[in-house]
């Protein structure tokens, strides 16, 4: 019997030590985006680039590389590279504006990006997503990923 309580303080004790820095990292991230959500609110009429900064810098980075001060290692999923155009041209507007609307789980992404349809209006969501483009200096294309890879590889997926 004292051997399962020390097994099973062990295993709590390791389960601490992995958890929690990521509980804390989710707190921080979660906290950040209400605070840039509330200082962007004294901000009307911003531009895109603006709220870019305001709103998705944290995560993203100032220039959208997705490094800004809240991606950490120990996240599951790290925030999107803006500027990675192989990426970025394999989405649509359409898609991005969804995500912005609906957040990260919109998309099976990060929970922690949240949803901005209550802070952003529908046309400040559509600049924001032109302003993606911008950083990545690129388009859909019209091919999603695995079909972007077929026309590189013929081989590939086969």
Not at 51 to 63: D, E, F, P
Request: glycine residues 8%; contains cysteine.
């Amino acid at each position: 019997m004292a051997r399962l309580a020390a097994a099973n303080a062990y295993l709590m004790e390791q389960m601490r030590k992995l958890f929690l820095p990521a509980v804390k990292s989710a707190v921080f991230v979660a906290a950040f985006a209400v605070l840039s959500a509330a200082v962007w609110l004294g901000a009307a009429g911003s531009d895109a680039r603006t709220n870019y900064l305001h709103l998705c810098s944290s995560c993203h980075g100032l220039t959208g590389k997705g490094d800004g001060v809240n991606s950490t290692l120990d996240m599951s999923i790290n925030p999107r590279d803006h500027t990675d155009a192989n990426f970025m041209s394999t989405r649509s507007d359409e898609q991005f504006e969804d995500v912005i609307h609906g957040g990260g789980t919109k998309a099976a992404k990060s929970p922690l990006m949240p949803a901005w349809d209550k802070t952003l209006t529908a046309g400040e969501i559509k600049a924001l997503v032109k302003y993606l483009r911008e950083l990545c200096k690129c388009q859909y294309d019209g091919l999603v990923s695995h079909q972007k890879l077929r026309k590189v590889d013929l081989k590939f997926g086969q």
